[in-house]
């Protein structure tokens, strides 16, 4: 095969790729972390409100499962670092 980019190149490319995957990934976390902190106070809210309910408000307003909201409750809970 006749490869093009020398070797040494095509590892700096390869080690900037995984790097800002990796800072990606990191910020992905810190958003879906955050949101579980605001679903958290949603629920509180929703369930003091007279005719709300929490998969209706869910369904509604935030447009996702209520498995999927009780999955993004438990980031900030799981985690070793406060919630945001």
């Known amino acids: 095969m006749g490869y093009v980019t ?3 190149q095509l590892g ?7 790097e800002a995957a ?3 990934l990191g910020r992905a976390e810190d958003l879906y972390r ?3 902190v605001m679903l958290i106070e949603a ?11 929490w998969p ?8 996702i499962t209520r498995s999927r ?4 409750i438990m980031r900030p809970v799981t985690r070793d670092a406060p919630p945001l």
Do not use: H, Y
């Open 69 to 72: 909201a009780d999955e993004l």
């Open 6 to 8: 020398p070797l040494d």
């Open 34 to 36: 955050s949101a579980g």
């Open 56 to 63: 209706g408000w869910l369904r509604d307003n935030a447009r």
């Open 22 to 24: 990796d800072k990606s």
């Open 43 to 53: 629920k509180e809210r929703v369930l003091k409100t007279k005719g709300l309910t």
């Open 12 to 18: 700096g490319e390869i080690k900037a790729r995984v």
